[in-house]
């Protein structure tokens, strides 16, 4: 009888590879968010944003910390230089997350909010998951 056996790939091969894939995602929308707060068109943003003409410096403070977020939460765990800055990064974007849900639900946006929870929760499991489960080690 010949048996053959698929390899499957390991709980914790498949584990850094999500939290890979979470970290991109994350990245990728923080710094879209950054170029659209900071460098795009006035209007253009307050299509997509109805808030930001109300509160410019909100706009561009949001834009920042989107920067720095989209930033921190790949580039310290891809150089392994202060990858501990990774776990700083999620952390902050869990704030940023909560306080933005807070915000558009305060103004009646609920629409917005479930955009929020999905980055909310990609960024708990970045934090668990690089603090915990599968830290980087620095270089």
């Known amino acids: ?23 991109l995602v994350l990245a990728f929308f923080l710094l879209f968010g950054a170029y659209m ?6 209007d253009e943003v307050a299509k997509m944003m109805v808030w930001a003409a ?19 939460i790949l580039l310290p ?11 700083l990064a999620a952390l902050g974007i869990i704030v940023l997350q909560v ?16 955009f929020n929870v999905i980055l909310l929760g990609l960024a708990a499991f970045v934090y668990w998951g690089r603090s915990k489960a599968a830290p980087i080690t620095a270089r």
């Open 37 to 42: 707060k900071l460098a795009a068109p006035a």
């Open 99 to 114: 306080l933005a849900f807070a915000f558009h639900g305060s103004r009646g946006e609920w629409p917005a909010t479930p």
């Open 77 to 87: 765990a891809l150089t392994r230089i202060q990858p501990r800055l990774t776990v």
């Open 1 to 23: 009888m010949n048996t053959t056996t698929i390899p499957t790939a390991s709980p914790r091969r498949l584990l850094g590879v999500g939290l890979w894939a979470a970290q």
């Open 54 to 72: 109300q509160y410019p410096a909100l706009k561009t403070f949001t834009g920042i910390v989107d920067l720095l977020g989209g930033l921190g």
